[in-house]
Structures are given as C-alpha cells and as structure tokens.
C-alpha cells in the first residue's frame, strides 16, 4: 500500500522585502510544474504572524518524494526559497504521510 505524503517546508519573510516568499514560491511551483508523483502545492500564511509561512506538498507516496529529492534539479528548483527557509524550526521542513482521511481517499 502506497500512502501520501505531505511535505511542510517552514519560510519566513525578511524585513524589506515583503513580496519575496509570495515571488519565490510562484517561481518554484512554476518549476515544479509537471513533476512525477507531485499532486500539487500550496503556500500558507499563518494567522498569527504574518510573516510566516509553510509550502505544503502533496506527493503520491514517499518514494516519489525521495526519488524527485534524490535529483539533481531538486536543489536547483527549490533555491528561491531557500533564503525564506525557517530553520528556527530545526531542519526547515516537515514529512508527514497520510495515516488517515474523511472523507476517505480511494487509493489509500
């Protein structure tokens, strides 16, 4: 059984420049357009603080994720963000698998 996995990558938005994260991740999603196995992203901004914000990935299973993480593009195509990038928060990101949906995913 193959489960999703959600990726939570943590970015911050620097004093002086407050279109960068917005920029940097239309410019990676536009990169990443088409990717095996990428069901898709979102960016969100928190409620609390505006100037944080997670990029949620959803990827078909953790050996699609680590198969696109493994190439040579991966660092290349996320490099925009990466000045953005929280390591306040340990590593910068977060991979979660899908333990559980409502209403249920059919290939889970």
């Known amino acids: 059984m193959s489960r999703r996995v ?3 990558v943590y970015v911050r938005l620097p004093d002086g420049d407050p279109d960068g994260v917005t920029r940097a991740y239309h ?11 990428l069901l898709g992203n979102e960016l969100l901004r928190s409620v609390h603080d505006p100037r944080e ?10 050996a699609a994720f ?6 040579a593009a991966h660092r290349r195509t996320t490099a925009p963000l990466r000045p953005y990038q929280d390591r306040t928060r340990g590593p910068g990101f977060a991979v979660y698998a899908v333990e559980a949906a409502y209403p249920k ?3 889970q």
């Open 6 to 8: 959600r990726v939570l």
């Open 27 to 37: 410019r990676v999603s536009r990169e990443l357009a088409g990717t095996a196995g």
């Open 53 to 62: 914000f997670a990029v949620l990935s959803e990827w078909e299973s953790m």
């Open 66 to 71: 680590r198969a696109w993480e493994r190439t």
């Open 105 to 107: 995913e059919t290939d």
